[in-house]
């Protein structure tokens, strides 16, 4: 986290998924995801949410509600397609 006053004890923070998530293609997801953002030097984003994160000021696109929903997304993620042909 860039508020962490030492650069030497930055780190990268990942919290766990569901029990239902396949770990293969979420490890695999975070790390193509990093991969990116190195890449293509993309700096993250900064802008702190206070209070409820699904108030409409913030324009945040809600997570998918199931399951099905998610693997739907991440299957027609032209992203994800590109980056799991390239490294998979």
């Known amino acids: ?7 030497a004890l930055r780190h990268i923070e990942h919290r766990v998924c569901g029990v239902d998530a396949n770990p293969y293609l979420a490890l695999g997801a975070i790390l193509l995801g990093a991969l990116k953002g190195i890449r293509e030097e993309i700096e993250p984003y900064a802008e702190k949410v206070y209070g409820n994160a699904y108030d ?3 324009d945040l696109v809600p997570f998918p509600a199931s399951y099905e929903e998610a693997l739907g997304y991440f299957n027609k993620s032209k992203l994800m397609q590109q980056y799991f042909k390239e490294f998979v």
Do not use: G
């Open 1 to 7: 986290p860039a508020s962490t006053s030492n650069p």
């Open 56 to 58: 409409d000021k913030y």
